[in-house]
């Protein structure tokens, strides 16, 4: 033996993910108070050994792509490691895919938004396919006939890996495909074309350069059809058994999400069937668009708390200079500060999940407001997360930036809700979209923010630049970064200075609103209560 192995940190492991205040709080306020019991027992095998171990062999065993199988027939199937299968059998049979959109409990889809919460902070990359299942049910009733067909296996809870006729599956999942080579985020530069036939189906033709998730049994992909511009729901396998004329060319080499497949996919006259109208495929598929979004927000949400939990408890048994490093004052600021951020981003989730909910529903105000709340969250809370990732792995040290630690994962990951379903500027510029278009949702945003008027001095102050800021249309195009930030980070001090703890609310207020401190993490001002924000992070 040449050394002993002392002050080191011990795995953070056999904790519960769900003893989150921030959190269960929330789901208790927006209505899932019923969903308590599921969200331990999610929360308990969240932070098991085991469901770590998935995590980690699911990133370091990424798909691998077959085209053809040893006789030289095409398949164009993608094969998985075993992690991967058990990550997606919990995550479908705890309904984090589209059961909610078959419930009639109130406050479903905010149970669903905090199981996707704890389960993607065991691993992010699975979360696709399970994001795009639940937000394809929303694209897909704008064809009743459609819906009524592929919703009963689209939200079932059986997970059914495979590629065989997707009516005779125990359960199915879907994925997306919009982005050309040529287009990108303008999707209306798309190319694909789509041919109808005398039995009401179309054959597809062209490419798409990012197919999500092309294991999924069924898609929705835009084409040009006679009409313009076209939803439609393109199958992997046909009724007969036959595989539908959809190639994939390769997968993607991502920076993050490594466990989870992108592909180069082409049609070669695939067959397809029309979902809404021809010409309205933007607007139908933006319906899909906006429940991912809200996937974004909750996903870098848990990228957030997953990165403070992780230092907070280093922190919390490292020792340096005769202290623990979470007892160094500076350290603690640092500590204080990403948490604080996390739990910001965890109260606006959930109030999000609940307007939704409520939406659904035909509450017409908390539909308005989540038309500006959606955006501005999805451009903040997702900026946010690299940032603190990178924060919360430099609290680890050289512990932080090896592999072992799963520092490294959260990094890679963070960057990618940020760029899924509109990257920052088409984020920020469709805030400008809602407050021009819809004057209702602009009311409703002031309405909500209103509610904690009188409560703070710095954000009574931070509302009246944000109006003013508004009313001057001068240059508010080349500005829409900085209303979608000021938006965000308003609505979140209102959150919280009405629902979080004072010590909470005070240290957002001066630290985000009132420019009473730096700009990185750890320079909150003196006097603020840290101890509770650091507690907050603790399991």
Same mark, same amino acid.
């Given at each position: !033996?040449?050394?002993?192995?002392?002050?080191?940190?011990?795995?953070?492991?056999?904790?519960?993910?769900? /003893?989150?205040?921030?959190?269960?709080?929330?789901?208790? *306020? +927006?209505? /899932?108070?019923?969903?308590?019991?599921?969200?331990?027992?999610? &929360?308990?095998?969240?932070?098991?050994?085991?469901?770590?171990?998935?995590?980690?062999?699911?990133?370091?065993?990424?798909?691998?792509?077959?085209?053809?199988?040893?006789?030289?027939?095409?398949?164009?199937?993608?094969?998985?490691?075993?992690? $991967?299968?058990?990550? !997606?059998?919990?995550?479908?049979?705890? &309904? !984090?895919?589209?059961?909610? $959109?078959? =419930? %009639? *409990?109130?406050?479903?889809?905010? /149970?669903? @938004? #905090?199981?996707?919460?704890?389960?993607?902070?065991?691993?992010?990359?699975?979360?696709?396919?399970?994001?795009?299942?639940?937000?394809?049910?929303?694209?897909?009733?704008?064809?009743?006939?459609?819906?009524?067909? $592929?919703?009963?296996?689209?939200?079932?809870? =059986?997970?059914?890996?495979?590629?065989?006729?997707?009516?005779?599956?125990?359960?199915?999942? #879907?994925?997306? %495909?919009?982005?050309?080579?040529?287009?990108?985020?303008?999707?209306?530069?798309?190319?694909?074309? @789509?041919?109808?036939?005398?039995?009401?189906?179309?054959?597809?033709?062209?490419?798409? $350069?990012?197919?999500? #998730?092309? !294991?999924?049994?069924?898609?929705?992909?835009?084409?040009?059809?006679? &009409?313009?511009?076209?939803?439609?729901?393109?199958?992997?396998?046909?009724?007969?058994?036959?595989?539908?004329?959809?190639?994939?060319?390769?997968?993607?080499?991502?920076?993050?999400?490594?466990?989870?497949?992108?592909? +180069?996919?082409?049609?070669?006259?695939?067959?397809?069937?029309?979902?809404?109208?021809?010409? *309205?495929?933007?607007?139908?598929?933006?319906?899909?668009?906006?429940?991912?979004?809200?996937?974004?927000?909750?996903?870098?949400?848990a990228g957030l708390r997953y990165g403070v939990t992780q230092a907070v408890h280093h922190a919390g048994q490292r020792a340096a200079f005769g202290r623990k490093l979470a007892d160094q004052p500076l350290m603690r600021n640092v500590l204080a500060d990403l948490s604080l951020e996390s739990e910001a981003a965890t109260v606006l989730m959930t109030r999000l999940a609940g307007a939704t909910d409520r939406a659904i529903a035909g509450d017409r105000a908390e539909a308005a407001l989540r038309r500006t709340a959606l955006a501005v969250s999805k451009y903040w809370i997702c900026k946010r997360a690299p940032v603190h990732a990178a924060e919360a792995l430099e609290c680890l040290g050289g512990n932080g930036y090896v592999e072992e630690s799963q520092m490294p994962r959260l990094f890679r990951e963070s960057p990618l809700n940020g760029i899924w379903e509109g990257s920052g500027n088409v984020a920020a510029l469709d805030v400008l979209r809602a407050l021009g278009r819809e004057p209702e949702a602009q009311e409703a945003f002031f309405a909500e923010v209103s509610l904690a008027s009188g409560a703070d001095r710095h954000l009574d102050a931070a509302v009246d630049r944000l109006r003013k800021s508004l009313d001057d249309t001068t240059d508010i195009e080349a500005r829409a970064r900085r209303v979608a930030e000021d938006m965000a980070l308003v609505l979140q001090g209102s959150l919280l200075v009405r629902l979080a703890p004072t010590a909470v609310a005070d240290a957002f207020c001066v630290s985000r609103l009132s420019g009473d401190a730096g700009r990185a993490f750890g320079t909150l001002p003196p006097g603020l209560d840290l101890d509770v924000l650091v507690e907050r992070a603790s399991y």
């Open positions: !033996m040449t050394h002993d192995v002392f002050n080191q940190a011990d795995p953070l492991t056999g904790h519960d993910v769900s /003893a989150d205040a921030a959190l269960m709080d929330g789901v208790d *306020r +927006e209505g /899932a108070g019923w969903a308590t019991g599921e969200l331990r027992r999610l &929360g308990l095998l969240a932070g098991s050994e085991q469901a770590q171990e998935w995590g980690r062999l699911a990133n370091e065993h990424p798909p691998v792509l077959r085209t053809h199988d040893r006789y030289g027939r095409r398949i164009d199937e993608v094969e998985f490691h075993p992690a $991967w299968h058990e990550l !997606m059998t919990v995550a479908v049979g705890n &309904g !984090m895919h589209a059961t909610p $959109w078959t =419930s %009639a *409990r109130p406050g479903a889809h905010v /149970a669903r @938004a #905090a199981k996707f919460y704890l389960w993607s902070q065991v691993e992010a990359g699975h979360g696709c396919p399970i994001s795009m299942t639940y937000a394809s049910i929303a694209a897909l009733r704008h064809s009743p006939v459609l819906a009524a067909e $592929w919703e009963p296996l689209l939200a079932s809870r =059986s997970y059914d890996f495979g590629l065989r006729p997707p009516l005779g599956k125990r359960g199915v999942l #879907a994925g997306m %495909a919009m982005t050309e080579k040529q287009g990108g985020s303008d999707v209306r530069a798309g190319t694909t074309r @789509a041919e109808p036939l005398s039995d009401g189906s179309y054959l597809l033709t062209g490419h798409k $350069w990012f197919n999500s #998730a092309p !294991m999924c049994d069924v898609f929705l992909v835009l084409a040009q059809a006679p &009409g313009g511009l076209s939803c439609f729901l393109l199958p992997r396998i046909l009724p007969d058994g036959t595989r539908n004329a959809v190639r994939l060319m390769r997968l993607k080499d991502k920076l993050g999400n490594r466990s989870n497949a992108s592909a +180069e996919v082409e049609y070669h006259g695939a067959t397809a069937h029309l979902v809404g109208e021809e010409g *309205r495929g933007v607007r139908t598929i933006l319906e899909m668009v906006n429940m991912t979004r809200l996937d974004c927000v909750i996903g870098s949400a």
